[in-house]
């Protein structure tokens, strides 16, 4: 078969870590009269009620500019990155038609990646064989699962850390639902992934933003995280093994509430957990090719890249 040419995404990809200043720069280039309107990467932001913990932009802000992809499951629904791929497709094209140009904004990488990398044929989750692995993991711990997915899935198995629950979880599974390892679906990697503009928000001061992270989730505590978990649990049907609730932020309070850890404690995991979250988007930012980076900590950052957005704005809108 003959070489295709790369798929061409006809978006600008705004990628950073929780708390680097993605949604300030969104709004900002809006306010700076850029004929845009926003897809939000943001695997949290998808879920309504859920607006301390995730740092939900305000109404006056989501009013500034339209935003997409916020506030559309219950906290007892999935969106997976098969339906953000999908329907961002779909968004794509309606802004398009209407003279504007999408910038696609957030943090949560595996969207991203899924967007420029394409589809795996993988099969739908199974919430009995999940809810049976996850009993399975509190009675021996993730780590037994670990070798167990070691005994069927070798090359998926050594990427995955032993205490990465959600990733062995959900490679276990697909390998009981289909009797193939995951790594068997992974046939894209020799595929060029699309091409999309890409602009990636890099603090270069772990530090700094260390400190922004523990400032912010403080302030989520003041505003009322933990009433705002106590309120879903009581509206919703909720346990801790629903991505609403594995959220940074909504994990620990849900513990706390359990009884499972002092506040102070609740605070600290809080805190140490949204940094690796941090740590985490960093790393597959600084491995991520064709982007133009910008630092966050700069005082005139958004001047910096002004010029950049305007040559892709202009590049990107709609003839």
Known sequence: MADQAPRSIPALAVLGPTASGKSALGLWMADQGFPIEIISLDSALVFRNMDIGTAKPTPQELAMVPHHLIDIITPSDTFSAAEFVEQSHILIDDIRARGKVPVILG?????????????????????SIRQAIEQQAEAQGWPA???????????????LKPNDSQRLQRALEVFQITGKPLSAFHVRDQQADA????????????????????????????????????????????DETMPSMRCVGYRQVWEYLHGACTHQDMTEKGIAATRQLAKRQITWLRSTANKEVVDPLQADWLLRVKPWIQRQIDLLMPL
């Open 107 to 127: 943090g949560t990488m595996m969207y991203y990646k899924t967007l420029i990398s394409g589809m795996d044929d993988l099969p739908m989750a199974n919430p």
């Open 145 to 159: 699962i670990h070798a167990q997915l070691a005994m069927v899935d070798p090359l998926t198995a050594a990427r």
């Open 195 to 238: 091409a999309i503009p890409t602009l990636a928000i890099e603090p270069s001061d772990r530090a700094v933003l260390h400190k922004r992270i523990e400032a912010r989730f403080h302030a989520m505590l003041e505003q009322g995280l933990i009433e705002e978990v106590i309120e879903l649990r009581h509206n919703y049907v909720l």
